[in-house]
T-cell receptor, first 112, second 112 residues
Framework: GDSVTQMEGPVTLSEEAFLTINCTYT??????LFWYVQYPGEGLQLLLK?????DKGSNKGFEATYRKETTSFHLEKGSVQVSDSAVYFC???????????FGTGTRLTIIP | ETGVTQSPTHLIKTRGQQVTLRCSSQSGHNTVSWYQQALGQGPQFIFQ???????GRGNFPPRFSGLQFPNYSSELNVNALELDDSALYLC???????????FGSGTRLTVV
C-alpha cells in the first residue's frame, strides 16, 4: 500500500539557516504530493502541493519538487524564521482527492 | 469561503460511552474526510464521504461511523469508546475543482 517516510526529527536550526526536510514515498500510480504544516494546538494547513512529476510547489519561501525517479518530495527553505517553528507533514494522495497518506511528521524548532 | 469548523474543540468521555463530533465544511466542498491523529503521530484516514455517500474507509472498526449532510456538514460517531480512541480528530473538505484538502482545527477527544 501507499506509504510516506519522513526525515526523523526533531530538527533545531538557527534563524536564517537553510532547511531541508526529506520525504520519500511509495505509491501505485502517480500520486499527488503535499506538505502540510501544523502549528501548536491547531489543525493542518496546506503549505504546498505538486500534482505531477517535475512540478515544483512553492509557498511562503518553501519549495518542494516532485521527483518521480527518486520518489521524493523534499521540503526546502533558504532562510528560516522563528515563526516557521511547527510540525511539518509530507503526504500523498493516490488519485487527486482520494484519501491522504501522511508521514509521521517532523518537528522543526527555529532558535533566534 | 468560511473555512472548516469543528465542534466541540475539546471533549472528555468515559470508556464505553458514545461520542458525536461535528464538522462544517466550506460551501461547495462536496468531499469530506475524517482523520485520527494520535499524539506525536501523523493523521490516519478514517473514512471519506462524497455527496453524502461513503466512498472510502481506512483501517478502523465499524464502531467508527459517519454521516454527511446536504448543507456541507458532517458527523463522526464513535461507539463503545476505548482508551486508545483518545486523539485529535480532524475533518477535512475539498471540492471537485481543487487538489488538496482544507482542514479544521480538530476536536481533542480524551477517553478516561
Amino acid at each position: 500500500g501507499d506509504s510516506v517516510t519522513q526525515m526523523e526529527g526533531p530538527v533545531t536550526l538557527s534563524e536564517e539557516a537553510f532547511l531541508t526536510i526529506n520525504c520519500t514515498y511509495t505509491a501505485t500510480g502517480y500520486p499527488s504530493l503535499f506538505w502540510y504544516v501544523q502549528y501548536p494546538g491547531e489543525g493542518l494547513q496546506l503549505l504546498l502541493k505538486a500534482t505531477k512529476a517535475d512540478d515544483k510547489g512553492s509557498n511562503k519561501g518553501f519549495e518542494a519538487t516532485y521527483r518521480k525517479e527518486t520518489t521524493s518530495f523534499h521540503l526546502e527553505k533558504g532562510s528560516v524564521q522563528v515563526s516557521d517553528s511547527a510540525v511539518y507533514f509530507c503526504a500523498l494522495s493516490d488519485r487527486g482527492n482520494e484519501k491522504l497518506t501522511f508521514g509521521t511528521g517532523t518537528r522543526l524548532t527555529i532558535i533566534p | 469561503e468560511t473555512g472548516v469548523t469543528q465542534s466541540p474543540t475539546h471533549l472528555i468521555k468515559t470508556r464505553g460511552q458514545q461520542v458525536t463530533l461535528r464538522c462544517s465544511s466550506q460551501s461547495g466542498h462536496n468531499t469530506v474526510s475524517w482523520y485520527q491523529q494520535a499524539l506525536g503521530q501523523g493523521p490516519q484516514f478514517i473514512f471519506q464521504y462524497y455527496r453524502e455517500e461513503e466512498n472510502g474507509r481506512g483501517n478502523f472498526p465499524p464502531r467508527f461511523s459517519g454521516l454527511q449532510f446536504p448543507n456541507y456538514s458532517s458527523e463522526l460517531n464513535v461507539n463503545a469508546l476505548e482508551l486508545d480512541d483518545s486523539a485529535l480528530y480532524l475533518c477535512a473538505s475539498s471540492s471537485d475543482r481543487d487538489y488538496g484538502y482544507t482542514f479544521g482545527s480538530g476536536t481533542r477527544l480524551t477517553v478516561v
